[in-house]
C-alpha cells in the first residue's frame, strides 16, 4: 500500500517494476494531488511503457487545471519528446477543465506536424502565463 507522494514517486519512476504496480502509484497521485505528483505524472507521458504513460495521462486530465503549468513547463522546454506531445494531446483533450480545452486551441494545433517540438514550445510558452 502506498504511504506518501514520495513513495509513489519512487514507484513510478522505477521502470523495472510491472506496469500494474506502477499504474497504482500514478492513481495515488491523481488522488492526492502536489505539484511534485503533477511533475512526475507529466514525465510519465514521456514512458517507454505505453500504459504506464496512458495512464498519467489520464490522470492529468482530470487532474485539469491544477495540473496544467506542470504540462506546459515541460511542453515549452527545448527538443520535447513525440512521446511527450502526444500525451499532452490526450491531457488536453480530455482536460476535466473546459478552461484547459478552451484556451488550448493553439497549443493542440502545434502539437503535432513538421516543427512541432518547436512551435509546441512556443505556444506552450505563451500559455503558461495564463495558468500560473
Do not use: C
Request: no cysteine.
Amino acid at each position: 500500500m502506498i504511504e506518501s507522494t514520495e513513495q509513489a514517486i519512487s514507484i513510478l519512476q522505477n521502470t523495472k517494476l510491472g506496469e500494474l504496480e506502477r499504474e497504482d502509484a500514478i492513481h495515488y497521485l491523481q488522488q492526492n494531488p502536489s505539484a511534485e505528483g503533477n511533475q512526475a505524472l507529466v514525465a510519465g507521458l514521456d514512458d517507454d511503457d505505453y500504459g504506464v504513460g496512458w495512464a498519467s495521462g489520464s490522470a492529468l486530465a482530470q487532474l485539469g487545471e491544477p495540473a496544467f503549468p506542470s504540462l506546459l513547463k515541460a511542453l515549452s522546454q527545448p527538443g520535447n519528446s513525440i512521446r511527450l506531445r502526444r500525451g499532452a494531446r490526450h491531457v488536453i483533450h480530455y482536460n476535466s477543465s473546459t478552461k484547459v480545452r478552451h484556451q488550448s486551441e493553439k497549443l493542440m494545433k502545434a502539437l503535432k506536424g513538421q516543427g512541432a517540438a518547436s512551435s509546441t514550445e512556443v505556444e506552450a510558452h505563451k500559455l503558461l502565463s495564463q495558468f500560473k
